[in-house]
């Protein structure tokens, strides 16, 4: 049986999704770009990282609303929507706040930041889970790949676990395998984006057979000898 309040999966190319895919890969070459010291390309580092800031933004945007009113991967489901544009938000609300906190090098300055950057973790994880667990539910992105989004922040919010617990275990051993660990970390952070873009592309660009909606399991039909019985 159909669920009329099931979303309907798009059919043909899927705009929103490549467009959406294009700023994502986007964002996260600049990224890279700024990570290998080329800055200059974009001018200066804080104009560079504001334009990636501002790509990544433009992708959840489009990927929470979708195009011409096609392709929301939330099916534009408010809880979903939030979170995305919460994420869309969150650097320049960041921004904004570092400008307010104390700028000195004393024990409660840097007890200000260490708080913030605490809470500032909390609440991007909580808005990031949010987005991922909307796109897996919503059905829209076809088959297992609307899960692709919790795998990503599984990795990302793994490898940056695993460099803290590396942190405090080789403390003693210098710096260097701190960095080794840090860098590949950070790579991280630019290859993901850059495959979900990929991936977002190329199932914007599959074909799907038109009018394909969720479809929710029939309930039970009554079984014989159950129920009244006609005279």
Not at 69 to 87: D, E, K, N
């Amino acid at each position: 049986m159909r669920d009329a309040a099931s979303p309907t999966l798009p059919d043909g190319p899927v705009t929103a999704w490549v467009w959406g895919g294009g700023l994502l890969i986007a964002s996260a070459l600049l990224q890279l770009v700024m990570m290998t010291g080329m800055d200059a390309i974009a001018g200066s580092r804080q104009v560079g990282y504001w334009l990636g800031v501002a790509l990544l933004a433009a992708a959840l945007v489009v990927f929470a609303l979708g195009l011409h009113g096609r392709g929301s991967v939330v099916a534009r489901r408010t809880p979903g929507m939030i979170a995305l544009f919460a994420l869309a938000g969150w650097p320049f609300l960041n921004g904004v706040v570092t400008l307010f906190l104390p700028s000195g090098q004393t024990a409660a300055d840097l007890e200000a930041y260490g708080i913030w950057a605490t809470v500032a973790a909390v609440l991007w994880l909580g808005a990031a889970l949010t987005s991922v667990m909307a796109i897996g539910r919503a059905g829209v992105v076809p088959g297992r790949w609307r899960w692709a989004p919790a795998w990503a922040l599984a990795v990302i919010a793994g490898s940056y676990a695993l460099v803290q617990v590396v942190g405090v275990a080789v403390a003693s051993m210098g710096p260097e395998p701190v960095l080794v660990f840090f860098q590949l970390q950070s790579m991280l952070t630019v290859l993901v984006p850059v495959l979900l873009g990929i991936l977002a592309i190329v199932l914007g660009l599959t074909p799907r057979p038109a009018g394909a909606v969720q479809v929710y399991p029939s309930a039970p039909e009554p079984t014989a000898g159950t129920g009244d019985t006609a005279a």
